[in-house]
C-alpha cells in the first residue's frame, strides 16, 4: 500500500505539470515598430542583386582573395568569436536541462567502530566495529509550473543566437577591413611609384641644370629652385614608406601573423570594382548582424521579465530514492536490504521586503535599454548605409574629376617645358607645372582608392548572405579543446 500511495501522489503531480504546462509568466516577444524609410537618399541604378555573393572575388585579384581566406581561417578576433558562441551553447544546454529530472547515483562502502559508551550502549560481547554498504539511485525533478525555466530557456537561446549574430558582424567586419586595408596598400603603392618616378626625373633635371649653371647658361637661381623641387620630392618618399610598413604591420596582424611585408596582386589601376548592392532600408532589418544581434539580446531581456516575475509564486520539487543498505556485502542488492524513498515539497516566498520587486523592476528596465539599444542600432544602420550610398557616387564623380585634372596638367606641364627650352619662359613656371602634376598625380592614387573603399563600405554596410559564405570559411578554423 504505502508503494501504490507514493505511484498515486507522483501520478497527480504529473497530471498537475500537464494542466499548469500551459501558464506561462511574462510578455511574449513582440518586435518594436520601426519607423523604416521607403527609399536611401541616394538610390545606385544596379539592377542585380549582389550582396549574397563572395563580393571581393570581383576585384579580380587572387591575392586579395587568398588573404581575405588566411584572416577567415587565422584571425584570432574570429576564433575569439566563435569560442564565445560555445560558451553561451553550454550556458543553454545547462537551462535546458532543468526541464527535466536530475538522475543521479549514488554508492559507499565505510568501516565503522561503534562507541561502547555511546546511546544506546553495545551489548557487552558484541563486536563495535562494522561495514556498511549503501548504493542508491535518486531523482529529483523541480516542476517549472510558472515557466520561469522555460523564459530562462528563451532567455539562453536568445543569447546564443545574439553571440553567433556577434560572431557574423566579426567575420564581415574582417573581411571589410581586410579588403580595406588592401585597397590603401595599393593606393599607398602607387603614390610611392609616382613619388620615386617624379623623384627620378627631377634628379635627372637637376643634373642638367648643374652642367648648364657650369657652362653659364642657367643661373644659380635655377639650380637652386630645382635642387629644392627634388629635395621635396625626395622627402615625400620616406614618409610614404612609413605609411606603407604601418599599414603591413596592422594588416599582419589582422591575419594572425607577426608584423611583415604583405604580398601584392594587380595595381590600384587594375582592380575592378565590384557592382554596388542595392536593397531596401527594410531588408536591412534581415541581414545587418548587428541589427539581428541587438534583437536577440532584446528578446533575452524580455524573457527574463517572465524569470523574475516566477519568483513570487510557489515552486514544486518531486524527489526519489531506490537503493540498498547492508552491513553484509553478500545481502547487498537483496530485498530485505531494499530502501526508497518518495517526497515532494512546495516552497515559496512571504516576506522579501522588495527583494523580488527589485529584480523584476531591474528585469523591466533591462528590456526597456535593450529596445533604446534596438533602436539605436537600427538609426545607425540607416546612416552607414546612406553615407557608404552617397560615398560611392561622389567618390566616382572626384575621380572622374581628379583624372581630367591630371591630363590637363600632364599637357600643360609639357607645353610649359617647351616654351622653357625654346627660352619663352623661365622655368619657375614649369617648376609650377610639375609640383601641380606630382600632387594631382599623389591625389589620383589617393581617391582610387577612396572610390573603391568606398564599395566596401557599402557592403560592410549592408551586409547580406556574404557574411555567411565568409563564415563557413572562418568556421574551419581549429580552437583549442575541439573544433568549430
Known amino acids: ?49 549582389v550582396a549574397n555573393t563572395a563580393w571581393w572575388k570581383q576585384f579580380d585579384d587572387p591575392v586579395l582573395d587568398g588573404l581575405i581566406d588566411d584572416a577567415l581561417r587565422e584571425n584570432l578576433d574570429v576564433r575569439i568569436a566563435a569560442a564565445r558562441v ?91 577591413t581586410v579588403a580595406a586595408s588592401y585597397i590603401t596598400l595599393r593606393g599607398l603603392d602607387r603614390q610611392l611609384e609616382v613619388a620615386e ?37 625626395r622627402a615625400t618618399i620616406p614618409l610614404i614608406e612609413q605609411q606603407i610598413a604601418a599599414l603591413e604591420n596592422l594588416l599582419s596582424i589582422t591575419l594572425g601573423r607577426n608584423p611583415g611585408p604583405i604580398p601584392r596582386g594587380k595595381s590600384i589601376d587594375e582592380l575592378i570594382a565590384p557592382a554596388v548592392p542595392e536593397g531596401l532600408p527594410s531588408e536591412l532589418l534581415e541581414r545587418r548582424p548587428d541589427i539581428i544581434q541587438a534583437e536577440q539580446n532584446l528578446v533575452a531581456a524580455n524573457a527574463n521579465i517572465g524569470a523574475t516575475r516566477a ?32 517526497a515532494a515539497a512546495v516552497s515559496g516566498p512571504i516576506f522579501t521586503f522588495g527583494g523580488i520587486k527589485g529584480q523584476v523592476r531591474s528585469a523591466e528596465a533591462q528590456a526597456d535599454e535593450a529596445v533604446f539599444v534596438y533602436q539605436r542600432t537600427i538609426l545607425n544602420a540607416f546612416r552607414e548605409t546612406n553615407d557608404a550610398l552617397t560615398g560611392v557616387v561622389r567618390k566616382a564623380e572626384e575621380l572622374t574629376a581628379q583624372e581630367a585634372r591630371v591630363r590637363n596638367l600632364r599637357e600643360s606641364a609639357r607645353l610649359s617645358r617647351l616654351k622653357f627650352d625654346y627660352g619663352v619662359v623661365g622655368y619657375v613656371e614649369v617648376l609650377v607645372a610639375d609640383n601641380e602634376l606630382f600632387a594631382a598625380e599623389i591625389a589620383l592614387a589617393r581617391v582610387r582608392a577612396e572610390r573603391y573603399t568606398e564599395i566596401v563600405n557599402v557592403y560592410r554596410a549592408v551586409g547580406g548572405g556574404w557574411v555567411d559564405t565568409a563564415a563557413e570559411t572562418a568556421a574551419t578554423a581549429s580552437v583549442p579543446g575541439g573544433s568549430l
Request: with cysteine; glycine share 8%; proline share 6%.
Open 1 to 49: 500500500m504505502p508503494r501504490m500511495h507514493g505511484l498515486k501522489v507522483c501520478l497527480c503531480a504529473a497530471v498537475a505539470t500537464v494542466l499548469l504546462s500551459g501558464c506561462l509568466l511574462g510578455p511574449d516577444y513582440v518586435r518594436p515598430d520601426v519607423d523604416t524609410p521607403e527609399r536611401w537618399r541616394v538610390e545606385y541604378p544596379v539592377a542585380v542583386e
Open 86 to 176: 560555445e560558451q553561451f551553447m553550454g550556458v543553454l544546454n545547462a537551462t535546458r536541462s532543468q526541464l527535466f529530472p536530475q538522475v543521479g547515483y549514488d554508492l559507499n562502502a565505510s568501516r565503522t567502530r561503534a562507541s561502547r559508551e555511546g546511546q544506546p550502549p553495545i551489548p557487552a560481547g558484541a563486536d563495535p566495529y562494522f561495514t556498511l554498504y549503501q548504493g542508491a539511485v535518486g531523482a529529483a525533478w523541480q516542476l517549472d509550473l510558472f515557466g520561469r525555466v522555460r523564459r530562462l530557456n528563451e532567455a539562453a537561446q536568445a543569447r546564443v543566437y545574439a553571440s553567433e549574430q556577434a560572431r557574423r558582424g566579426t567575420v564581415l567586419s574582417l573581411v571589410t
Open 197 to 233: 618616378a617624379t623623384s627620378h626625373n627631377f634628379a635627372e633635371t637637376a643634373r642638367i641644370f648643374d652642367l648648364r649653371f657650369k657652362a653659364g647658361i642657367v643661373s644659380s637661381t635655377e639650380v637652386s629652385q630645382i635642387q629644392s623641387q627634388y629635395q621635396q620630392t
Open 311 to 342: 519568483l513570487y509564486f510557489p515552486s514544486l520539487s518531486l524527489t526519489g530514492l531506490l537503493g540498498s543498505v547492508s552491513t553484509a556485502a553478500g545481502n547487498f542488492l537483496t530485498g530485505p536490504a531494499s530502501t526508497w524513498q518518495a
